[in-house]
Structures are given as structure tokens and as C-alpha cells.
């Protein structure tokens, strides 16, 4: 049941993610294409690409302010910020495999042209091809788009941090090494040869160094530590945020049921998120389970997907901040807090 779940709410964020991301045009306009899934917008679709949306919009010859419909196809452009032949990605990033489809009679080198002038040998090797033709429709991988693992869900294709590449190395011929010419001493007669010059030793004068006793510092006691303890709180790397957006603003409080999504976020960061409808991405959300009174500070990502099974819910959160809630099975209540 929990594996449909997280199916379901993977849809509204990306319905082709199942799909090879296909580049298309010629650099330096290379894009990919995105249809817009309901409750998307030019943020939400920008997070999953790793792309501006101020870059979305006027690719397109749109207007940022006028939004996105349901249906409409865009294109996501692969520019310095998101797309990649080489190099290596931050530890929260994964680097997904882009690919062209073979043309009828397309040669490698003008599909190499084509795509940032990418040296025709590197394009082998990620292809594993070591002739010089492929057949028409073949789909090669001719660089990388460059997300976050938590904000994106293209980012479970991703192959790492690091881009393979070619690298020519200029190899030497071995030359066979002679070996080197010792001179020897003239040995006169055999009785001269047998005899042998005494060895001088050289007199080393050791000297003993001078150790001067000193005397041991003693370390100052420390002075033991205050600490202030929040009873039953979860401390968090959002905590400060959540107060520094709370100063001068107006407070929001809320009671409802909240469900549950996977990550592999927050268990041993305790970076918590969330998904939520009145607050916009980048809100930090204080979430306190009445039940026993935990408490856990969670970065909202998005608005919850509009689809059945998240009726009645008021907010989505992740797997790992409902464990700190102490509540990770099924849907549970809950009271929010934030700033608007």
C-alpha cells in the first residue's frame, strides 16, 4: 500500500520521468520537452530540471506572470546551470543521462558537433561504440542534466556525482635501457688484484641533545556547559530558519490530519520536508504532534498532488520527519505553525 502511494505522488510531479529525457535542437538552443501535469508551474517544474524559471519562460515566449495549463508542452532549456559533459556534482546532486536519437543517415561526428562540440571519442565511450556508424533510431546518451537528489524525481535515474570521460594520455615507446657503464680500476698483476685498500671511517662526533625539563601545564577546568532543553522538540537544521522567518511576520496556525511520503532525506541530516497548499516552496512549517508532543521543522517543496487519495489531508511530510514525530504509520493529526 505504501509503495502505491508513493507511485501516485510521484505522478503529479513528473509523469514522463519513466521515459529517457530525449534533447532536442542544436547548441547552443538544446532543450528538453516537458507537458505540464495539473497544479504545476513554472517553479515546481523548474526544481524538477534545475532550471530558472525566469530561463523557462523566455525560452518559450511566455510570460512568467501568466502561468502554465494542464497539457501544455514546454521547452526546459539545457544551458551552464543544469546540463553538463564533464565534471562533478555537489553530494546532495546526481548527474541523469540525456540522450539524441539517431537520425537517418547521422554520423557521430555531426551528433557530437551538434551537442556543444562533446569530443567524438568521449561520446564512445558513454555509448560503448567502437565503430565509426549506428543505426537509425539509436538513442545515445550525449550529456548529463544535473538535479537535486530530494527536489527532483528524475534524480532516481541518476548515475552519481562524477561524469565519466576520455582522457588521451600520450604514451612513450619503450626504449630498451642500456645498462650503465661502471669504471672499473686498473688492476696491474694478480697479486694487486687480490689486495684490498682499507676502508677510512669517517669519525661522527654524536651529540647528545640537552633535554630541559618543563614543567606540565594544567589544563583550566572547564566550566560546565548551560544548556537550554526544549522539552520533546527535534532539533532540526530548519529551526533557525523557521525563527528568522517568523521575526515581524504574521503568524499561521493550523489542526488537521497529515499523511506520509518516502525520502531518503532526514535521518541522519534531520532535513525535513513537506508538501502543503498555503505556503509557498522555501516556507519553513513548525509540525507538532499532539499526541506526545514532538516537534520537527519541515521545508516546504510543493503544493499536495490533487488526486484522491490526498483528500482531507493538510499537509504530506516526509517518512523521516513523521519518525521523529513518532508517528510514521498511516495518516496522523497534527498541528502547523508558520509565517505568511
Not at 626504449?175 to 661502471?182: G, N
Not at 601545564?217 to 556547559?225: H, M, S, T
Request: charged fraction near 25%.
Amino acid at each position: 500500500m505504501k509503495k502505491l502511494f508513493f507511485l501516485f505522488l510521484l505522478i503529479p510531479f513528473f509523469t514522463a520521468a519513466q521515459n529517457k529525457l530525449l534533447v532536442e535542437g542544436v547548441s547552443p538552443g538544446l532543450y528538453l520537452t516537458h507537458k505540464v501535469a495539473p497544479k504545476e508551474n513554472y517553479y515546481s517544474i523548474g526544481r524538477i530540471y534545475n532550471v530558472s524559471p525566469k530561463d523557462i519562460a523566455p525560452f518559450n515566449n511566455l510570460q512568467l506572470e501568466k502561468g502554465l495549463s494542464p497539457g501544455q508542452a514546454i521547452k526546459i532549456p539545457l544551458n551552464s546551470s543544469n546540463f553538463f559533459q564533464s565534471g562533478n556534482a555537489a553530494s546532495d546532486e546526481t548527474f541523469v543521462p540525456v540522450y539524441y536519437k539517431i537520425k537517418d543517415k547521422e554520423g557521430l561526428y555531426r551528433v557530437a558537433k551538434n551537442h556543444n562540440d562533446l569530443p567524438l571519442e568521449t561520446l564512445k565511450q558513454w555509448n560503448k561504440i567502437t565503430g565509426d556508424a549506428v543505426k537509425n533510431g539509436v538513442q545515445l546518451v550525449v550529456g548529463y542534466l544535473k538535479v537535486k537528489t530530494e527536489l527532483s524525481s528524475l534524480a532516481k535515474n541518476g548515475i552519481g556525482t562524477s561524469i565519466g570521460s576520455v582522457t588521451t594520455v600520450a604514451v612513450e615507446e619503450k626504449k630498451a635501457v642500456e645498462p650503465e657503464t661502471v669504471d672499473q680500476p686498473v688492476v696491474k698483476n694478480a697479486s694487486e688484484k687480490n689486495k684490498k685498500e682499507p676502508v677510512k671511517e669517517k669519525e661522527v662526533k654524536q651529540v647528545e641533545p640537552k633535554v630541559v625539563p618543563v614543567p606540565e601545564k594544567k589544563a583550566p577546568e572547564a566550566e560546565p556547559k548551560k544548556t537550554v532543553i526544549e522539552k520533546n522538540v527535534t532539533e532540526a537544521n530548519f529551526k533557525k530558519l523557521y525563527e528568522s522567518q517568523s521575526k515581524n511576520a504574521e503568524a499561521v496556525e493550523v489542526t488537521g490530519n497529515a499523511g506520509v511520503f518516502k525520502s531518503t532525506s532526514g535521518w541522519n541530516d534531520k532535513k525535513y520536508y513537506c508538501l502543503y497548499n498555503s505556503a509557498s516552496p522555501g516556507t519553513i512549517i513548525k509540525i507538532t504532534n499532539p499526541g506526545n508532543g514532538n516537534v520537527v521543522y519541515a521545508k516546504v517543496l510543493d503544493v499536495i498532488p490533487d488526486i484522491k487519495m490526498n483528500e482531507g489531508l493538510l499537509l504530506i511530510l516526509s517518512n523521516a520527519a513523521a519518525d521523529a514525530l513518532g508517528a510514521i504509520e498511516g495518516n496522523f493529526n497534527c498541528s502547523i505553525a508558520y509565517s505568511k
